[in-house]
């Protein structure tokens, strides 16, 4: 089954508003990072939060991970019609596994001007 | 630039014929992968490559080949592509350490009919 499971699948806010994101997992992590695609186009990376880190921001986006929850959050603050794209949660392997991404389903952002 | 690219954009293709989709990148990166994105399922991997020679399987292998002769190109081939293969296709690269992000290629559409 996929790991990095994402709440929820559809987001809609007005602009202005923040909007939060949340992903699951199942099994352990080394890392867990944030991707945004806009409409059938590529994904580009956001953030990254490694698996000793609690909370991390970048501009008008904040990441906490709590691994004994084994969850994740994506707050993007001050929302903007721009931000309107589908957001993916990608589990980050270790071992010899490293390098490998499980995506979750991703939730669809949609910002109304 | 620092980019992945991807070639065709898009392709029509008939079962049976086969096809290559190209994937290169110009950042020395290690760690190559590809990924197929199908509606509610987000993306899932279908081969990776850790160094040059160097390739195993995703978690959704079959129906396709790959090889990795030249760090920089990591081709998906498709001997015979069949109608459960129509997708949005992504190569990705990265660095290949425990805390590195993805770049991704703007994606392959393929339809098979």
């Known amino acids: 089954s996929q790991q990095g499971e994402e709440d929820p699948q559809a987001l809609s806010i007005q602009e202005g508003e923040n909007a939060t994101m949340n992903c699951s997992y199942k099994t352990s992590i080394n890392n867990l990072q944030w991707y945004r695609q806009n409409s059938g186009r590529g994904l580009v990376h956001l953030i990254l939060?490694?698996?000793?880190?609690r909370e991390k921001h970048s501009g008008r986006l904040r990441v906490t991970l709590d691994t004994s929850k084994k969850s994740s959050s994506l707050l993007i603050t001050a929302s903007r019609a721009a931000d309107t794209a589908s957001y993916f949660c990608?589990?980050?392997?270790?071992?010899?596994?490293?390098?490998?991404?499980?995506f979750g389903q991703g939730t669809i952002l949609t910002v109304h001007p | 630039e620092a980019q992945v690219t991807q070639n065709p954009r898009y392709l029509i293709t008939v079962t049976g014929k086969k096809l290559t989709v190209t994937c290169s990148q110009n950042?020395?990166?290690?760690?190559m992968s590809w990924y197929r994105q199908d509606p509610g399922l987000g993306l899932r991997q279908i081969y990776y490559?850790?160094?040059?020679?160097?390739?195993d399987k995703g978690d959704v292998p079959e129906g396709y080949k790959v090889s990795r002769k030249e760090k920089r190109n990591f081709p998906l081939i498709l001997e015979s592509p069949s109608p459960n293969q129509t997708s949005l296709y992504f190569c990705?690269?990265?660095?290949?350490?425990?805390?590195?992000?993805?770049?991704f290629g703007q994606g392959t559409r393929l339809t098979v009919v």
């Open positions: 490559s850790m160094n040059v020679e160097v390739t």
């Open positions: 939060i490694r698996s000793n880190e």
């Open positions: 990705a690269s990265s660095s290949g350490g425990l805390n590195t992000e993805a770049f």
């Open positions: 950042m020395n990166h290690e760690y």
């Open positions: 990608a589990r980050g392997a270790g071992g010899t596994s490293y390098g490998k991404l499980t």
